[in-house]
């Protein structure tokens, strides 16, 4: 089958001082195809594309988009010649309408004598929106108003519409419930069956196989190998990935292990204040990897910060039961070894403008400083042994923490908490937006606190991960318990969608 | 598989330096258009009584901007305390007493504003502007006809300070308190927190960093340096009336702003940035005054100075983020 | 970066641009002060005393000729040998009052060799003792208290200096005591208006009476913020207008308008006085800023405007159109100008005392300009690049020029001095 190509990138290189981001790269789309980009983080699969895009400028090589030179300076000028990209992070802009994000910068397109018709800008913003599928938004409400996802669709609505023969989805997916992955699993075979082109970038090996038509694997800036479908499973993607066999086990190995009978936290018919958790109650063990998971909206990840103590209860209880005490704020239950990884980790477990060392001793001042003193050894000390023992990659701890990779930020978050030397942990998305490296790296450090004695509350969206690591699964629905799972090799996915849905 | 580093342009440490840079910078510039005599002995003294009330409002200012709190209040603090500490001095006739009062009114102020803004969920600066203007119009009640607190009227001297004696008091006010402040802000948790809530507010929380309890505490902090600089307004001057410590508010934006501070708060924030920011524009004032500049010329070139220190330290900012 | 480097530059020009608006005169110190240095001894040839003495003005000392053991210098600029900086403390060089006088000090600076620095707009004792500080340092041997808040503060501050103190602390006798005390030989003296400020709204008040206005606006400036001049202005012309009422005249103040142009709050009231029915608008401050609204509303001819000011061109025309008929007027030759020979005694080692060998206070006369003659007659002169008191009647009070000067003609020169003296 003749394949159409519509970009080349030949021997693409980009330096970032002396860090070399892509070594001279040979990249090639064909219409009619999805192609997905995978590599750990900093392999250079981003890079690619945001050159392409227009985002930032290459430091030698050439490409072709549609036949001609392409060399876009600008996002927007690589908008017009034709490729659209979505990322991960937040697109949109606050404190503007729906259809005024959509049409950002193109506003004149509705003029009308002197004034801009807003009646038409929200109906072609409606007919944009309803396009990608994505019904049921009014285009003049400001955008503050809606969630993540829907933001995440708003920016996706703009970006299709401007019709591009290229797109590029770059970790999109990964913030995105199953529904939203719905919708940009549609586009991209509306843009495949229109003869179109997609270079789709994920973290998630499962859905690239499903989705792509070849895989092409980054690794350190160098481009390793080509996939096609049939070539195409996890081991193998894994294997180019890493450059080497992945040792040991990915999730726990164990089956069987006796959970202590004795109650280290218990929930007793808590609302939150959100009323998305309702009359909910349950009971945590010494030692357990507790996993909880649902539906985006499930009541889960209120769950976490109350017990935190983060939010406030409508009604019921959380206790610490070893002490009795309540848990009503975060200073309580810090006090009694908590520590709590929320699942946005730049607005609320980081400090992204201070430094790697500023952010790892934020929750243990009480445990660094001597009375009142808080001298600079001990906490370069405190700090050297998280970053040694959790193998944080970064060009030192002064380092602003904004500047690492998901997967490192993640390993700071978690230092924090482990520098605490916390014994009851509550994770949210522990892996969210990591590549395959770190993942494996978290696992096993969270398969060590449990047998160290630590209890860990894991929340998730990844339904592979909660299976595979916890001793005891529950399923929460609209608020309620739906149900509780235990660890047993015979467990399968199966059974936990039957619940959740 | 290793990190790429990421190498941030040289520029970015200049960023960092640029005020001490600049001091050094705007010092010998002066030193060479004055023939010296900015730095001779009279004018160093002059400096230094120069430089105190800004100095002791801006380093203390440090802490309460870098939690994020920006507070417009401050010279308001300054006439307030200067003003009953004054009035008590009259009454009174002892220094010591007017330097309590000093504190305890600076202080009443901090907790005043410490409990608003823990709280309170309307905009802290617009308090603070709000608060701003009800001590002056609160200090024109209290004072009446008399429009201005003349030590002399006290009911016992109080000792007038020679020029040399005041300078002392001055270098050593302020050098205690910048010490106390840079051991507050780098070698106790203190400084740590307040850089965490100042970068983001909801993570510091999470952190389990008691906000109400900073905000109280940075307040305070700073409520000592406005006393301490009302203190030596009032000795030094003799004279305290409801213009005095008008410009405080303004002149410490200023230093701050030149010292390297970020304005909005946040990791970046340094307590240098209080004490050479205040130096630099003290120096750059005295030069620019005794080279005999028409006072409009003199108002262009240190809006022209201010311009350039935001520019090169907004160098410090810049970093290219790399793609994942 | 680009837009960076091009928004700093527009916020440059910006900056520039609007120092040079404000810069008017003061660009005029800074040439004056210049050429002094360029000169330390200027041409010989020069006879004495030319510049403008031609008036009719009755000169009660001096003549025109230098007497015995001055027939070297001469009023060129290139006498005392060392330049004489001079600080000046100031608190707003817009105000037409500091205008006059930094003209008038520019034609002296011309005769003599003097260089004046000026102070930006100062509010407080803080500044004003810094800015003392700054004199010092920069080189001054005197300061003239222009502008005075930290009473006698001042002048020891300046005698820790070295520098010698002129300033009357408004009439205060005890801060002139403190003063002789504290600065010694440094506290040179001041002139008193006797109660200055307050005397100066009587004076008005006086003189509206006397001018028959029965209803009256006062425009009491900064009198309800506290600062003192204005609240002793206010106080003056309340107390005048009572005791006028006590000699039989009907005269109330049916408004008082507070604050300064500018705010909405002062464009408010404006609009609303000229509603009313009133013969007088007194202010406490200037009062330029309603001829237009009077003008327009065609009262011109009913309404008088009374105002402590200045001679100047602002008011030349509403003055001799009768619109404005009371100016209550500190000539800052015989107000102000009385530092220099003072000043220039002292530095020359021939400082003038009184009997306990110390800083005196001398009276002087304000000026209550009532009629067109008498305010032209001041204008014309000024105008003429002509002064009152002339660079020559000056040297005639210093020693070194004229040996016969004392204490006493000094006093007496300048406290004859009244608008008649001019005609």
């Known amino acids: ?501 | 598989m290793s990190e790429k580093k990421s190498t941030k342009i040289n520029l970015g440490g200049i960023g960092k330096l640029a005020p001490l840079i600049g001091l050094v910078l705007v010092i010998l510039i002066f030193t060479a258009l004055t023939g010296g005599k900015l730095l001779s002995v009279t004018n160093l003294q002059n400096m230094a009584n120069q430089v105190m009330v800004t100095a002791l409002v801006a380093i203390g200012a440090v802490f309460v901007y870098g939690v994020g709190n920006f507070d417009m209040s401050l010279g308001g603090a300054v006439l307030f305390s200067a003003v009953l500490g004054a009035m008590a001095a009259v009454r009174s006739g002892s220094i010591f007493v007017t330097l309590v009062v000093c504190i305890l009114v600076s202080v009443a102020i901090a907790l005043i504003k410490g409990i608003f803004s823990a709280y309170i969920e309307v905009p802290f600066f617009i308090f603070t502007i709000v608060l701003g203007s009800v001590i002056s119009s609160i200090v024109l009640v209290i004072m009446g006809s008399e429009t201005t607190v003349y030590l002399k009227d006290a009911v016992r001297e109080i000792p007038t300070f020679n020029f040399t004696q005041m300078t002392i008091i001055n270098v050593v006010f302020l050098a205690v308190y910048f010490l106390v402040c840079l051991f507050l802000f780098n070698y106790t948790p203190i400084g740590s927190k307040a850089k965490m809530m100042g970068g983001n507010k909801v993570s510091a929380k999470q952190s389990g960093i008691n906000d109400k309890k900073m905000h109280v505490l940075t307040f305070v902090i700073s409520a000592i340096g406005v006393a301490l600089a009302a203190f030596i307004l009032i000795i030094r001057t003799r004279t305290i009336g409801s213009q005095t410590a008008g410009s405080v508010g303004t002149d410490v934006l200023i230093a701050l702003v030149v010292g390297g501070m970020p304005i909005s708060g946040g990791p970046k924030s340094k307590i240098s940035a209080g004490l050479v920011g205040a130096l630099t524009v003290v120096v750059l004032n005295s030069g620019l005054t005794m080279v005999g500049l028409s006072t409009a010329w003199i108002q262009a070139i240190r809006g022209v100075v201010f311009i350039v220190v935001v520019l090169v330290s907004s160098f410090s900012y810049r970093g290219k983020l790399l793609p994942r | 970066m680009k837009k960076k480097v091009l928004s700093m530059m527009l916020a440059a020009a910006m900056v520039f641009s609007m120092a040079a608006c404000g810069s008017d005169d003061a660009a005029g110190n800074d040439q004056g002060g210049d050429t002094r240095q360029e000169e330390p001894s200027g041409d010989e040839d020069q006879a004495p005393a030319d510049e403008g003495g031609d008036t009719d003005i009755q000169e009660p000392a001096g003549d025109e000729t230098p007497s015995d053991g001055a027939a070297d210098i001469t009023l060129d600029g290139s006498w005392p040998e060392e330049t004489v900086k001079i600080g000046f403390v100031g608190y707003d060089q817009a105000s037409e009052q500091q205008q006059a006088i930094t003209a008038y000090f520019d034609y002296l600076c011309e005769n003599f060799n003097m260089e004046i620095m000026y102070s930006e707009d100062l509010t407080d004792a803080q500044s004003e003792l810094d800015f003392i500080g700054q004199c010092a340092a920069a080189g001054c041997k005197a300061v003239i208290g222009y502008y005075n808040e930290a009473k006698e503060q001042s002048a020891i501050t300046c005698a820790d200096y070295q520098m010698y103190y002129w300033g009357g602390f408004g009439g205060d006798e005890e801060s002139v005591a403190a003063a002789v005390e504290g600065a010694g030989e440094y506290y040179l003296g001041g002139y008193t208006l006797g109660d200055a400020e307050y005397e100066a709204g009587r004076s008005m008040a006086k003189a509206l009476a006397e001018q028959g206005c029965e209803k009256v606006v006062l425009c009491s400036g900064g009198a309800a913020m506290g600062v003192p001049m204005f609240v002793s202005r206010k106080q003056g012309f309340e107390d005048g207008v009572k005791e006028a009422v006590d000699g039989g005249a009907t005269m109330e103040i049916v408004y008082e308008v507070e604050g300064w142009p500018g705010t909405d709050a002062f464009t408010a009231a404006q609009t609303s006085v000229m509603d009313m029915d009133i013969d007088a608008i007194a202010s406490t401050f200037d009062v330029a800023m309603w001829f237009q609204l009077v003008m327009e509303s065609g009262k011109a001819d009913s309404l008088k405007l009374a105002c402590i000011g200045e001679v100047s061109d602002t008011y030349y025309d509403f003055f001799n159109s009768g619109l404005v008929s009371v100016i209550v007027y500190d000539n800052e030759e015989t107000c102000f100008g009385n530092a220099i020979p003072l000043i220039l005694n002292a530095v020359s080692g021939t400082k003038l005392v009184d009997e306990s060998g110390n800083g005196f206070l001398f009276p002087v006369e304000r000026w209550t300009i009532t009629t067109p003659e008498q305010y032209n007659s001041v204008y014309d002169l000024h105008d003429a690049g002509n002064w009152v008191v002339t660079a020559e009647d000056i040297a005639n009070l210093v020693v070194a020029f004229n040996a016969d000067a004392t204490t006493d003609t000094f006093k007496d020169f300048y406290g004859s001095f009244t608008i008649d003296s001019v005609k």
């Open chain 1, 1 to 501: 089958m003749a394949q159409e190509l519509i970009f080349e990138a030949k021997n693409l290189t980009k330096h970032f001082g002396p860090t070399v981001a892509l070594n001279g790269v040979d990249f090639k789309v064909y219409r009619g195809q999805i192609t997905g980009l995978i590599g750990e983080n900093g392999s250079g699969k981003s890079t690619i594309t945001s050159i392409a895009a227009g985002m930032q400028p290459a430091t030698s090589g050439e490409m072709t988009f549609l036949g001609k030179a392409h060399s876009p300076s600008t996002m927007i000028e690589g908008s017009k010649l034709g490729i659209g990209m979505i990322v991960q992070e937040q697109g949109t802009v606050s404190g503007i309408t729906v259809a005024e994000n959509i049409f950002a910068g193109e506003e004149s397109r509705f003029r009308s004598g002197p004034f801009i018709s807003k009646r038409k800008m929200n109906q072609e913003a409606r007919k944009a929106m309803e396009d990608i599928g994505f019904t049921g938004v009014d285009p003049a409400a400001y955008i503050d108003t809606l969630d993540m996802q829907s933001r995440k669709l708003v920016e996706i609505a703009k970006v299709m519409y401007n019709k591009p023969e290229m797109l590029v989805v770059d970790e999109t997916t990964t913030a995105l419930s199953q529904h939203g992955r719905e919708i940009i699993y549609g586009i991209m075979r509306k843009m495949k069956e229109d003869n179109k082109a997609v270079v789709f970038i994920s973290h998630d090996l499962q859905e690239l196989i499903d989705t792509c038509d070849t895989l092409t694997v980054l690794r350190d800036g160098d481009l390793i190998t080509t996939l096609d479908r049939d070539q195409m499973d996890e081991d193998t993607i894994k294997k180019y990935m890493v450059g080497r066999e992945m040792k040991g086990d990915y999730y726990r190995a164990d089956y069987g292990t006796p959970v202590s009978e004795e109650v280290v936290l218990e929930v007793d018919k808590v609302t939150s204040g959100s009323g998305l958790l309702m009359n909910f109650s349950m009971k945590v063990h010494r030692g357990e990897i507790l996993g909880i998971g649902g539906l985006s909206h499930c009541g889960m990840h209120e769950l976490g910060k109350l017990m935190f103590g983060e939010d406030k209860l409508l009604t019921g209880k959380i206790t610490h039961v070893p002490s009795g005490e309540a848990i009503t704020s975060t200073q309580t239950a810090m006090k009694h070894g908590f520590g709590y990884v929320s699942k946005n980790r730049d607005t609320e477990s980081l400090v992204l403008t201070a430094t790697i060392q500023d952010n790892i001793i934020s929750a243990s001042y009480d445990k660094i400083a001597k009375g009142l003193v808080m001298t600079p050894k001990a906490v370069k000390e405190f700090v050297d042994e998280q970053v040694e023992s959790l193998s944080i990659k970064c060009a030192g701890v002064g380092q602003d923490v904004q500047y690492l990779s998901g997967g490192n930020k993640q390993k700071v978050v978690f230092g924090k908490w482990i520098g605490r030397n916390c014994d009851i942990l509550i994770l949210d998305c522990p892996t969210r937006g990591v590549d395959i490296g770190v993942k494996a790296a978290m696992y096993q450090l969270i398969d060590q606190m449990r047998k160290a004695g630590k209890t860990i509350i894991m929340i998730s969206e990844e339904l592979p991960e909660l299976l595979g690591m916890s001793d005891r699964l529950l399923i929460l629905k609209d608020g309620a318990l739906a149900g509780e799972f235990f660890r047993s090799e015979t467990l399968d996915e199966n059974h936990i969608i039957e619940v959740m849905i």
